[in-house]
């Protein structure tokens, strides 16, 4: 992992979904953040 932010989007519900279609396949870290609280966890895009 490089390190490189490669995607930064609002949402405006906790349910809406995030076109990723333009990330090549590989190891990404999703970082959440929200007014309450923060979360990471590790995708893997084929």
């Known amino acids: ?3 490189k932010k490669v995607l930064q989007t609002k ?3 906790a349910d809406e979904a ?3 279609h333009q ?3 590989g190891v990404y ?3 959440v953040e929200s007014e309450e609280t923060s979360f990471s966890q590790k995708m893997i895009k084929k």
């Open 23 to 25: 990330l090549e396949a």
């Open 18 to 20: 995030i076109d990723l």
């Open 1 to 3: 992992m490089l390190g």
């Open 11 to 13: 949402v405006k519900t």
């Open 29 to 31: 870290l999703v970082k």
